[in-house]
């Protein structure tokens, strides 16, 4: 952990026991929460900005809006699980990286809806970093418990929020519709890893 970490338990612990744990699910929690929002705020760009004619993309604008509500969807189901689990660095790790990859995905369909343009090219590669970031955090051998790799997922998230605000996927203050996380079965959490 760094020292600012250290800090933040000793404070705790000055008013309540809190460990570790609750430390990195603080972090892991803030990540997932920015990757969710940068999922949403995507699908509200798509939703606004699919293409009426299908370019030459291979994908109609129907299945770019679906590509990006399904980002959405997933990544507020990350965010659901995190907030009614029980602090764990690695299952609070999985989540941060499901709502990244998530987060990705959608990001991918801002940048079939602006086609050739350099900021959301831009944009989708930094989701696509702060993603592989994130997963590496959750390995099974890091465990979410990584303070290097942590703080390269934190620092690849704030890059690909400040890629996206520059892409005009997401814009700084914006209220955003709720996302609703579906129907979350069994056999979904499994694929999850959650």
Known sequence: MSEHDDDRVQEAGEVGE???EAVLREQHSARAASAAARATALFH???QHAPSQARDVGMTSEQILWKASNAARVSAQALAVLAESAPDPAADSRCAR???ASAAQAAQAGQLCDGD???SADACRAAIKASQSAGAAATAAAGGADEVLNAEADADEAAAVAA????????????LPEVSTGVRSADLMSMMHL
């Open 18 to 20: 809190v460990g570790p």
């Open 45 to 47: 760009y798509v939703e």
């Open 98 to 100: 499901n709502a990244a």
């Open 117 to 119: 343009s350099q900021g």
């Open 164 to 175: 996206a605000v520059a892409a005009g996927w997401v814009k700084p203050g914006q209220a």
